[in-house]
T-cell receptor, first 112, second 113 residues
């Protein structure tokens, strides 16, 4: 158990819909990262937050947004869903800068 | 730019050594990492190496770093069926003073009797 909690574990929805994925980082970790894992794209970095502020952005689509709340949990919002958004979405947390990332078990999104 | 490449599959016999290779592009990477993902689970850090090191050994794991060629390898000695998993190489990239990890696509290791 990494200490990072992601909900929901599985989610099935239809194209055009909107979903929210939630992540609770390890106690004490200020940094939260979101990654997307799909069969054809591998593990893609989406976005990073540190203590509530966006710090780094990767290949995140404009239809996606994220935020980190004062209690340090984070949400990833995916809207106008397309079939290609079906993937495993991972949240990871770390204490600060360089170092180990602790991953949650992921949220598997299926868009039908 | 940032890019990490690794071969997608490796099949080895139980008891043999496995070598998983990776190349990266960011020469300023401070740390390079190996993560393991077992079926249905998140990624778990296996080991890491600081960029000023050439080699790091941790029990059955040996990491070799060739900084000149930007090549990283992970050797697993006496590979067991429990080592079957996807192994990800990652380089650290500092952006705006904060660290992010860029992962390769992962190497699926299959261990057969």
């Amino acid at each position: 158990d990494s200490g990072v909690t992601q909900t929901p574990k599985h989610l099935i929805t239809a194209t055009g819909q909107r979903v929210t994925l939630r992540c609770s980082p390890r106690s004490g970790d200020l940094s939260v990262y979101w990654y997307q894992q799909s069969l054809d794209q591998g593990l893609q970095f989406l976005i990073q937050y540190y203590n509530g502020e966006e710090r780094a952005k990767g290949n995140i689509l404009e239809r996606f947004s994220a935020q980190q709340f004062p209690d340090l949990h984070s949400e990833l919002n995916l809207s106008s869903l397309e079939l290609g958004d079906s993937a495993l979405y991972f949240c990871a947390s770390s204490v600060r800068l360089v170092g180990e990332l602790f991953f949650g078990e992921g949220s598997r999104l299926t868009v039908l | 730019g940032e890019d990490v490449e690794q071969s997608l599959f490796l099949s080895v016999r139980e008891g043999d050594s496995s070598v998983i290779n990776c190349t990266y592009t960011d020469s300023s990477s401070t740390y390079l990492y190996w993560y393991k993902q077992e079926p249905g689970a998140g990624l778990q850090l296996l080991t890491y190496i600081f960029s000023n090191m050439d080699m790091k050994q941790d029990q059955r794991l040996t990491v070799l770093l060739n900084k000149k060629d930007k090549h990283l390898s992970l050797r697993i000695a006496d590979t067991q069926t429990g080592d079957s998993a996807i192994y990800f190489c990652a380089e650290s990239s500092v952006s705006g003073g904060y660290n992010k990890l860029i992962f390769g696509a992962g190497t699926r290791l299959a261990v057969h009797p």
